[in-house]
């Protein structure tokens, strides 16, 4: 915990140089600014998200209903907007409310009544999708204050969108808060060993359940952020979305297991999927094809560093 | 004392819940129960079941595969492929083809968890993506049509082998249906089976007792892309239509089935015939709602959810007071014993 | 004698920097119950792994009747007929008795034939002289009799070497007897036994031959005749000790520290009444079974009692949660280590402050790292722990020196009542002592301490007074000048009922 970058961190940002360095040999345009924040803006939903993700998983959960959540969230803040006159501030402040509702409901499953996480998740992930096509159905509503395009849209910082800025700031903040705050701490010590957390007097359900419902809170921003950046919402906004997000977290170095991994391993995976993906769309590689290159990057992120120690312990010493 | 096994009792449960759940919607429906439900209904359940069913499989040894959808997508094209291109193939001859690809994919899935020692949960995930575009370079992004298939198969999915009191069964729905009860009387009749279950319940003691825990999980993986593979050739029989989305979300609704069915996500517990009746409580529902005009048929996703969170429930806390029972009436049972030995 | 069933010859074994094996040797015979000693981290498990197949030896060789073999892993050893069985039995929770014993036999076809299960199962659970029924399942078995489906197994598969590793460590006297004897039957059946336990009471009991081993070397194998328990241990840590368990005078003062009436926990226990006084050591002896950690656990706050009262200091109080525990003053230093005591990858110093994090924390709820190593070198200096820097992973100590870092977490909570649950458990000899030493102190300097022990001797030399219970029941307290080993044993058997 005390070092910036572990052996794995540092592996990664040996590929990130490298596909940089590809990117800007394939194609001039990848280093100019205006590219990096477009990297970033196309995913920006996602990204939040993994931030969030990343604590979830180190405290030995999963959370697989965050693209629901963002959905929900985007349908909500529509059907209030669009629909029921809402003035969007308040809407806005409303869906944050949903999703530290959603968050709240995935806790309390989790940690008070103690059924594992894949499963309350996964309940969540159809029923939270599930309210969100009840309140638009098979509409799609588009007509958003101008305002709240632009924060989505237009650069708030020089060329830098809302979104990009909340997240350094949000990476930033959660970086603090993992790696030198009693609550990372906590949630380190929590995704070792529940019952050793009990047993010295933490609070493992309120923390599970404070994390469950950061999680829900940052996507349901994620999902206002994808309202406002798109312009237009569906039933359908953010589905599928929890895949490539715990992808992202895994890739990192944070083991599914729980209790360890580092928010910077994290950060340096969500440039390699966002820097890998930007280069081959400049080749022209599809979606799919795209998915399933950083498919096999996370099976070789487990792979590397297992060779690694069989290599060494077959070595003499 | 009743001697019913507690996954007797999950089974009967259900039961309960579908014949409710029926009675529901039939009280509240006009001319609800009829024979275009019930098709309806089998013939989804058709390819849903066997997702569910592998999916059991892997479940059992504590593992999850979250690339079957990937790999129903992938057998839909490849069979659809394969017929256009051979017309005269025998029917035989390209289910057993749609086995050979699942079974394949499911090597890949099999060797990097039991082999090389990566969580299911990462390799499936992975994999969801890589059989995915695997598809999509196969394919290259060109679309199978109904036009394109046999006659034969496409009349498959509706042929009707027997009528029982006025219900047509069709032979896809028998089919799958076979299956999963050759499938369950395997996992409770055979010793080689009942690894699985050993496996799921403890690894450790897996591997101590000389069982090949390795071997174990491989052959689950591979059964479950297998029956996936043929659950490819079903969706392909019965929607004709192929794009590089087929079989997107089977991987969470077998998922869903599964745990609606009794199987426990920690390995070592449940059955398939569990998993079967909870993907038919799940086409119910769905068919149900779209009818129902109370609510909207956009409703379906959140009761189905509300569903499986508190079916989990429910089954929680039933476990909990069971257990506590058990330890009453050891504690009850306990003093006799104990003073007979000095 | 004939040719060894096995034998390590010349066998070394290396992790790394770590040498856990160097030129280990050992015979077995059929017909020989085997014991075999050391302190903790002497090599002992590592030396199990090598005969079960799980590790392969850097260096020398492994026979099975004389032949040299490389067993690929414990599949292959139990085909040879090496099987081990462990503290932690390794049964399936969701399978049945009958199924547990023959899950891995190869004989018995593709089919399952039930009643043939069910009849073999009965035999072999007669064989060890046990009764149970083979259609139960097993997660609702006790630890003995999850063993007994254990060498049920074993025996299914024509055992030839059996090696138990410390096998009554968490078993009550009666069921550690009954072990003992199917040991020794088996022995005269002509399979070798190899036993290792910390009990040297139980070797003495049991054992044809003793083997020493130290810092993973063989250091003596001998006939029992020719051992003694003093030589014994002083081959175990290299060095003359004298009597480890000594007992200083009490410190305990009037005042009433905790008073406990009549506290009792549905399916757990009932009618547990004491006080314990500042000062005092109150130790709690039992057999297995006696329920005396669902008491620490009431108390702490764990699993709340059901009935009864608690007072502390004079008022009577609810303990609703650990944390409701540890603001009264209390402490848990749990037995298990591993699953409830620490976080093992995490630094020694984050689980130093584990349960006073709050106290590193800036007003910001960051965490003031330099202070955390200040407290955790002042614990390494009182405690003597005995570690590289703070920033290590816990999981790399030893076990005593695990055991030390459990308590400098509890300490740093300034507690006013300990509650040690099998303090000195696993952990060597000379450990031992300095957490005896830890205990004493504690006392002197004002707190009070509720010690949970199995181990007699240890109970006799710390326990001021010591309370005994049996299967959930309070069956008396004796002071210190009335207790003995016998007296203790009579109580926690039921043979007597106490007048307290």
Known sequence: ?317 | ?342 | MAVPVLALRDVSKRFGATQALSGMTLELFPGEVHAVVGENGAGKSTMIKVMTGVHEPTSGTVEVDGQTVTLSGPRDARSRGISAIYQEPMVFPDLDVAENIFIAATDLGLVQRKGLLRERAAQLIARIGMTLDPDRVASGLTLAEQQAVEIARALSQDVRVLIMDEPTASLSAHEAGRLRRIARTLASEGVAVVYISHRLEEIFDIAHRVTVIRDGRHISTRPIAEVTPQGMIAEMVGREVGNYFRKDASHATPEVLLSVRGLSQEDAFEGVSFDIHRGEVLCMAGLIGARRTDVALSLFGIHPATGGSIAWKGREVRVGSPREAMALGLAYVSEDRRKLGLAMPLSIRSNVTLATLGKVLTRWGLVREGRERSVTNRYRERLNIRMADADTPVGKLSGGNQQKVMLAKWLETEPQLLIFDEPTRGIDVGAKAEVHDLIRDFVRGGGAALVISSDLPEVLALGDRILVMREGRQMGILAHEEATQEAIMRLATGQEAAAA
Request: hydrophobic share 55%; with cysteine; aromatic share 8%.
């Open chain 2, 1 to 342: 004392m009743t001697r019913l096994s507690p996954g007797t009792l999950r089974i009967l449960a259900l039961l309960l819940v579908l014949v409710l759940v029926g009675a529901f919607f039939a009280s509240q429906i006009d001319n609800y129960l009829n024979a275009r439900l019930f098709n309806r209904i089998s013939s989804s359940v058709a390819i849903v079941a066997l997702i569910a069913c592998g999916q059991t499989l892997v479940i059992l040894t504590r593992n999850i595969d979250l690339s079957l959808g990937a790999i129903v997508g992938f057998s839909a094209y490849a069979t659809g492929a394969l017929v256009t291109t051979a017309p005269d193939l025998h029917p035989i001859l390209l289910a057993l083809g749609s086995l050979a690809i699942g079974a394949g994919f499911g090597l890949v899935n099999g060797l990097l968890v039991a082999y090389a020692g990566v969580p299911s949960i990462i390799v499936t995930l992975a994999a969801m993506a890589i059989f995915r575009s695997a598809l999509v370079e196969f394919s290259g992004a060109q679309s199978i049509t109904t036009d394109d298939l046999p006659q034969w198969l496409v009349d498959f999915p509706n042929l009707p082998l027997f009528t029982v009191a006025g219900l047509q069964f069709r032979a896809a729905f028998v089919a799958a249906v076979v299956i999963v009860v050759l499938v369950h009387l395997a996992l409770t009749r055979l010793r080689p089976a009942r690894a699985l279950y050993a496996v799921g319940s403890n690894p450790d003691a897996a591997e101590m007792a000389g069982i090949d825990a390795r071997r174990t999980v491989l052959a689950a993986f591979v059964a479950a892309g297998a029956l996936a593979g043929l659950a490819g050739l079903f969706f392909l029989a019965r929607f004709g239509n192929i794009t590089v989305v087929a079989g997107l979300g089977f991987e969470l609704k077998s998922i869903a089935a599964a745990v609606l069915g009794g199987v426990s996500i920690n390995g070592g517990s449940g059955s398939v015939i569990g998993a079967l009746i909870g993907a038919v409580l799940v086409d119910l529902i769905e068919n149900s709602l779209v009818r129902w005009d109370v609510v909207s048929e956009f409703w379906r996703e959140a009761v189905l959810g509300l569903l499986i969170l508190s079916a989990v429930t429910a089954d929680a806390l039933l476990m909990r007071r069971l257990t506590r029972l058990r330890i009453r009436r050891e504690k009850a049972a306990a003093p006799a014993t104990k003073e007979a030995t000095p």
């Open chain 1, 1 to 317: 915990m005390t070092r910036i970058l572990g052996p794995w961190e540092t592996f990664l940002l040996v590929v990130l140089v490298l596909i940089y360095a590809a990117n800007a040999w394939i194609s001039p345009e990848f280093l100019t600014l205006q590219n990096q924040v477009n990297l970033f803006q196309l995913s920006i939903e996602k990204v939040t998200i993994a931030l969030v993700m990343a604590f979830v998983i180190i405290n030995a959960e999963i959370d697989l209903s965050v693209g629901s959540m963002m959905g929900l969230s985007a349908c909500a803040f529509a059907t209030l907007v669009g629909e029921a006159g809402v003035p969007a501030a308040l809407a806005c402040l409303l869906c944050l409310g949903v999703g530290l509702a959603g968050g709240f409901l995935n806790g309390w499953f989790v940690a008070r009544m103690g059924l594992p996480s894949l499963v309350v998740t996964l309940a969540t992930l159809i029923g939270f999708r599930g309210v969100a096509r009840i309140l638009l159905e098979d509409r799609s509503i588009g007509s958003f204050p101008d305002w709240f395009a632009a924060l989505g849209q237009r650069g708030l910082i020089g060329p830098i969108p809302l979104g990009l800025l909340s997240f350094v700031l949000l990476f930033v903040l959660l970086y603090v808060v993992l790696e030198r705050g009693g609550f990372g701490r906590k949630t380190y010590v929590i995704g070792v060993s529940r019952d050793v957390a009990e047993f010295a007097g933490l609070d493992t359900a309120r923390h599970k359940i404070l994390i469950f419902m950061a999680s829900g809170l940052v996507a349901a921003y994620a999902g206002l952020l994808f309202a406002a950046r798109v312009g237009a919402v569906r039933g359908d906004v953010g589905q599928g979305f929890e895949l490539d997000i715990i992808t992202m977290v895994l890739l990192g170095g944070v083991s599914i297991f729980g209790g360890s991994g580092t928010l910077t391993g994290v950060g340096l995976a969500i440039l390699i999927v966002l820097s890998l993906r930007n280069g081959m769309s400049l080749m022209n590689v599809t979606g799919h094809i795209q998915t399933g290159v950083v498919g096999l990057l996370l099976i070789a992120s487990v792979l590397i560093p297992r060779l690694g120690t069989r290599l060494a312990r077959r070595s003499p010493a």
